[in-house]
T-cell receptor, first 113, second 111 residues
Framework: DAGVTQSPTHLIKTRGQQVTLRCSPK?????VSWYQQALGQGPQFIFQ???????QRGNFPDRFSGHQFPNYSSELNVNALLLGDSALYLC????????????FGQGTRLTVV | QKEVEQNSGPLSVPEGAIASLNCTYS??????FFWYRQYSGKSPELIMS????GDKEDGRFTAQLNKASQYVSLLIRDSQPSDSATYLC???????????FGTGTSLTVIP
């Protein structure tokens, strides 16, 4: 049973560019959430997708957008990259209630130069 | 006001000792509580969940929940060097399916 998979694992982008990160949820999970984890901080909630719609959103600007596909996989897009966007981006999958916790992928390390 | 607060540490304990990690949360209506372990450069790994007041034991790990005090703790018995990691407390409030994380407590187990 494959767990949560993310791609790519590492990425270097230039300030002002755009980036797309991808996530496939754990088998049996239909809800995908994205988190940003800066160095030395806990994960910060970006947004959550369920049934191909954004259901909840954290305190992130509109430069952060996403999509969920019919097979439950998801993309995170970040436009007009800033140096401060450098972080570990984590995808977490869960059932819709989240009652049994969220399971994370290995993350994508984004460096903006 | 932070949703979930943890002592960032670092916390150092000798091998074989009990490590105690603490967490407080602000949303009194929260229903689900989790502990994650994160090794350096890796993603968080779910190690414990707790939903009711009291203790929940799983191997060397015991999670404790006190909803009246809005307090969650994790005890690690017989600590091993492989337990050295950052431990994240996460809370699932009653308002949706997002998780609020603390900043994590760095634990070092000294051989």
């Amino acid at each position: 049973d494959a767990g949560v998979t993310q791609s790519p694992t590492h990425l270097i982008k230039t300030r002002g560019q755009q980036v797309t990160l991808r996530c496939s949820p754990k088998s049996g999970h239909d809800t995908v959430s994205w988190y940003q984890q800066a160095l030395g901080q806990g994960p910060q909630f970006i947004f959550q997708y369920y049934e191909e719609e954004e259901r909840q959103r954290g305190n992130f600007p509109d430069r952060f957008s996403g999509h969920q596909f019919p097979n439950y996989s998801s993309e995170l897009n970040v436009n007009a990259l800033l140096l401060g966007d450098s972080a570990l981006y984590l995808c977490a999958s869960s059932g819709i209630t989240g009652a049994v916790g969220a399971f994370f992928g290995q993350g994508t390390r984004l460096t903006v130069v | 006001q932070k949703e979930v607060e943890q002592n960032s540490g670092p916390l150092s304990v000798p091998e074989g000792a009990i490590a105690s990690l603490n967490c407080t949360y602000s949303d009194r209506g929260s229903q689900s509580f989790f502990w994650y372990r994160q090794y350096s450069g890796k993603s968080p790994e779910l190690i414990m969940s707790i939903y009711s007041n009291g203790d929940k034991e799983d191997g060397r790990f015991t999670a404790q929940l006190n909803k009246a005090s809005q307090y969650v703790s994790l005890l690690i018995r017989d600590s091993q060097p492989s337990d050295s990691a950052t431990y994240l407390c996460a809370v699932n409030p009653n308002t949706g399916n997002q998780f609020y994380f603390g900043t994590g407590t760095s634990l070092t187990v000294i051989p």
